[in-house]
Nanobody, 124 residues
Framework: QVQLIQSGGGWVEAGGSLRVSCAIS????????MGWFRKAPGKEREFVAGESWRGANIDYASSVRERFLMSRDNVKSTIDLQMNNLKSEDTAVYYC?????????????????WGPGTQVTVSS
């Protein structure tokens, strides 16, 4: 059984930093590509960041580019999302997800496994 376990997040003032992490179990880490999505109250779920197959490249949503950094640790089978210069509009529940396809980095429908979500709140 594949499980994604999330940690981190929390509350911070605007301009601050937070990190969310995700650990995967039940499937070889090399067999999946990972991504981050978020859902704010009253809004649709949106893509935040995702890696190409084997993690060669990482795509970011334009709203977070230059502020967020996604990284992968193949030894620990984890991914991190380092979020810097946070803004109030970054407030959302953040989800990590794993896909089995080489395609669809930003397409939530392609991702087969999802974490439970982690709340990130940015106070302006």
């Amino acid at each position: 059984q594949v499980q994604l376990i999330q940690s981190g997040g929390g509350w911070v003032e605007a301009g601050g930093s937070l990190r969310v992490s995700c650990a995967i179990s039940g499937r070889p880490f090399s067999s999946v590509a990972m991504g981050w999505f978020r859902k704010a109250p009253g809004k649709e779920r949106e893509f935040v960041a995702g890696e190409s197959w084997r993690g060669a490249n990482i795509d970011y949503a334009s709203s977070v580019r230059e502020r967020f950094l996604m990284s992968r640790d193949n030894v620990k089978s984890t991914i991190d999302l380092q979020m810097n210069n946070l803004k109030s509009e970054d407030t959302a529940v953040y989800y990590c997800a794993a896909r089995l396809s080489q395609q669809g980095v930003s397409n939530a429908a392609i991702y087969a496994y999802w974490g439970p979500g982690t709340q990130v709140t940015v106070s302006s």
